[in-house]
Structure formats: C-alpha cells, structure tokens
C-alpha cells in the first residue's frame, strides 16, 4: 500500500470509529431511530469509500505485478479475489 | 427504543467500532488490500444489521402509534422516513 | 395498489424490460463489458425506485389498515415483512 | 467477450426480461405490494450475476492485456473503470 493510500484509508476509518461512537451516543439517549439509521448509512458509505481507496491501490500494485509476471496462478487468485469483492459489494 | 433493542445495538456498534480499530491496525501493518476490503465489508453487514433492529422498534413504537393517532400529518412524515431510509439502503 | 401506483409501476417495469432487451443486444453485438455492467447498473436503480414506490403504497393502505385494526398477528406479519425487505435491501 | 460468457450472459438477461414481464403481471393483476418487491429483488440479484461473469470476462481479456501492454494511459483508462463500477455498486 503506497503511503498515500495509508494515510488516506487510516484517516477515514479513524473518522468512522469516531462517528459510531457518536452513534452509540445517540442510542444511548433514546435518539430518533430514523436519525440513527441515517447515521449508520452515512458510516457505511465512507467505509465505502475506503474500500475503494484499498481496491484502485490494489489494482495497480498487487494485480498488475501479477498480471505482467509469469506466475499464471498467482493471476488467477488475484483476477478471482476482485470478481469476489465486487460480487460481495453488490450483495452488501 | 426498548431497553432489549437499546442494549442490542449498543453491543453492535461497540463490536463494530473495535472491528474498525482492528481494521486500522491491519491498515498500519500494510495488510492485503483484498483481506481489508472483506473486513470493511463485514462490518458494513454489521452495521446494517443495527439498522434492522432499530426500524424495528420504530415500526412498534412510533410509527404504530402515529398511524393509531389522529395527526395525518405526522403519520405522512413517519410513512415518508420509513420509504425514505429504504431508498437509501438501496443505493448504499 | 391504487391506480397512480400501478400505472407509474408498470410503466417503469415496462422500461426496465425493454431496457434489458437492450442490454441483451449490446451483448450480442460484443459490446464493451463496462459499458454493458454500466447499463445493468442503471436497470437495477431503475427496479430499485418501482420497489420504493410499491413499499410507499404498502405502507399507506395494507400496512395502515392493519395497524389500524384488531388483529395483532396481522399487525405483527406486516411488521416483519417490512423488516425484511429492508433487509434483503441492504444485502443486495 | 468469449463465447461461453456471451452465451451465459445472454440467457441470463433473457430471464430477467422474461421475469420482469411476469413482475408486470403481478401489478396488473394487484399482487401483495410485498411479494412484488420480493419478485424485483431476486431480479436485481440475477442481474448483479450478469454484471460479475462480464466482469470477470473483462479482467481476463481486456484488462490483461491493457496492463501486458505498453499504454499506460489505456492501463489507467482500464483502472479507473473497474473502481467506478466497484463503486457505483456499493452505492446500487
């Protein structure tokens, strides 16, 4: 993972563990379910947003090195774990 | 909120807010993109599970009693958050 | 289901449909897979919105009239049923 | 697009054409709201196997090659595609 790509990752899901903390708050005072479920949709789409950051870094460091090395199994496993993020993210 | 679904959900976003701490300490170790995608994408199903819980309480508690009372405008408004929260979990 | 309802339902049900015969087309043709992934994209949002406005009209007639009623385990299927399809949402 | 994912897409596509006629039907003939939007459902998730066999097939076939390949503003072309669909799907 380029540097970049860290500090970015970590800095969002610091501010997503924070938010659900603020969640917990807002649960623990009786807040308005609708507004907590609002919450809970804004955390999870950042942690979205993360995974996207994690999958373009992945692209073009891990599965193009194996994509232009000669290890066909290595290329296989690489090409099969995207299709099973993407296909999980269309179930999520 | 009852007391069983408060205590339910404060549980949730306890776990899931220690599931994200983990997942900035795979973050720091530089773990595989892939396996912290997946990690990012259980806690997503976590935390949706919360928001089950509580439009379910919501369900009994306030919209039952706006839709057994007389303001038609606060039944709307409640009707309109519940298609509303749905809208969004779909394109979340 | 009243009748604004159906005919809006049916209308766009009928335009998902046909958009998919287009997609069926962009395949036989060797379209571009993105470009074809895109347009399935753009049917399942479409899909989404006919299953927001039949839950708003679920939730204003069957849903209003059992919460309004006596028979509390009708009350409660309706309830679950709810939940259910929020949930299924938030998996797809 | 090999002839295996051409063939398989296709008849996939043509069911969910055919099951969105037969989800048509439901609302002409004023279905339960619920067992419709169940019906869309399993439609949006057998499109979502469409989009992955077309996905695959591209990281196979045209990305493979784009990233073997000396372009590198074609290799990034490929990139950014497959995130912003990965994208457009964790908000589908």
């Not at 860290?6 to 917990?24: K, N, V």
């Not at 993360?50 to 090409?79: F, K, P, W, Y």
Request: aromatic residues 2%; contains cysteine.
């Amino acid at each position: 993972m380029n540097d970049q790509t860290r500090l970015d990752a970590q800095q969002r899901l610091t501010s997503a563990a924070g938010h659900i903390r603020g969640i917990e708050r807002m649960v623990a005072d009786d807040a308005y379910c609708i507004d907590v479920i609002k919450q809970i949709q804004a955390v999870q789409a950042a942690l979205s947003k993360v995974s996207t950051l994690l999958l373009d870094n992945h692209l073009r460091t891990c599965v193009t090195t194996a994509i232009q090395g000669d290890d066909a199994d290595e290329r296989e496993r690489m090409l099969q774990e995207i299709t099973s993020v993407f296909t999980v993210t269309g179930k999520k």
